[in-house]
């Protein structure tokens, strides 16, 4: 069980840890800017920064997924329920996005890039999460 | 699932959050389980029986 918040669906220690979890993703997605552009004008930059900042971006990416699984791991058993749902969708639809875009692509679909499904699962993601609290509380629930 | 949560927290006059809070969960997981919508794990189930002082299948009830 998890220490008393009991307003809406996070505890003191959800809530919390939610806040570290953006904040680490906040990190991580400038670090991935970062080394986006460091390696777009790899020409101009000199090879040890670029390295550094596609270690940095990963070493973040992981730190992030780390403070998730903490933020997962210490909600309480409904919000911890409504996520993996909610990740689920996500995957499924992500993964299944992945295979089948390609497919439309080469009917004439517009290119999405190289992120295309991450936004999709994303995307799935937060629709899951938002569906999940309607069925287990009611539409309009926080 | 059926469930006298409403009933024994009003016996108390205690509010969901009132009720969490003794839990340590979120008020809408109260109210989910209250209004049926969602079934509690063994822990959280013996957690309830012991903040109402009842067994549990005197808070819970299957359904027929």
């Not at chain 1, 220490?3 to 979890?21: D, I, K, V, W």
């Not at chain 1, 390609?102 to 629709?127: H, K, T, Y």
């Not at chain 1, 999460?129 to 629930?141: F, H, Q």
Request: aromatic residues 12%.
């Amino acid at each position: 069980m998890t220490e008393p918040g009991a307003h809406g669906f996070y505890t003191a220690r959800a809530s919390t840890n939610q806040r570290r979890f953006y904040i680490w993703l906040i990190g991580a997605m400038l670090a991935y800017l970062g080394a986006t552009a460091a390696v777009r004008f790899k020409s101009s930059v000199p090879a040890g920064l670029a390295w550094s900042l596609v270690v940095l971006a990963w070493l973040l990416a992981i730190q992030t997924i780390r403070s998730y699984l903490a933020f997962l791991r210490g909600a309480d058993e409904l919000l911890r329920k409504i996520e993996i749902e909610a990740l689920g969708l996500g995957f499924g639809v992500g993964a299944f996005f992945s295979m089948l875009y390609p497919l439309l692509r080469e009917l004439g679909a517009p290119d999405v890039g190289q992120l295309g499904s991450a936004v999709v699962m994303m995307f799935a993601a937060a629709i899951g999460s938002w569906l999940g609290r309607r069925r287990y509380c009611g539409v309009g629930s926080r | 699932m059926k469930n006298r949560l409403r009933v024994l927290r009003a016996e108390r006059d205690w509010s969901q959050a009132d009720l969490a809070v003794r839990l340590g969960v979120s008020r809408q997981t109260v109210n989910a389980i209250e209004t049926g919508r969602y079934d509690p794990s063994l822990p959280l189930a013996f957690g309830l029986a012991r903040v109402f002082g009842a067994a549990i299948e005197e808070i819970f009830q299957p359904e027929p």
